[in-house]
Nanobody, 124 residues
């Protein structure tokens, strides 16, 4: 049974940093891509970043490029999202997700597995 468990959310002031973690278990993820999505109240769930587990290629939404960094630890089967220079508009529930390696890492519906989400709140 695949499980994705996010942690690391919280309340931070604008300009601050947080690091989210996603612990993955239940299968081998070497042929998977891992993504982070976020959903603010009243808005659609949107793509934030993705990483291909095997070779580490990364992808970012324009809104976070240069501020957020996605990475993975193979030994711990954990994916991280380092978020710097946070803005109030980054406030959302952040979700970790997994999909078999393909070409649509920015597309929410391509992901097979999802975590429960972790709240990130950025105060102005």
């Amino acid at each position: 049974q695949v499980q994705l468990v996010e942690s690391g959310g919280g309340l931070v002031q604008a300009g601050g940093s947080l690091r989210l973690s996603c612990a993955a278990s239940g299968r081998t993820f070497s042929n998977y891509a891992m993504g982070w999505f976020r959903q603010a109240p009243g808005k659609e769930r949107e793509f934030v970043a993705a990483i291909v587990w095997s070779h580490g290629s990364t992808y970012y939404a324009d809104a976070v490029k240069g501020r957020f960094t996605i990475s993975r630890d193979n030994a711990k089967t954990t994916v991280y999202l380092q978020m710097n220079s946070l803005k109030p508009e980054d406030t959302a529930v952040y979700y970790c997700a997994a999909q078999p390696v393909g070409s649509s890492y920015r597309v929410r519906d391509e992901y097979d597995y999802w975590g429960q989400g972790t709240q990130v709140t950025v105060s102005s």
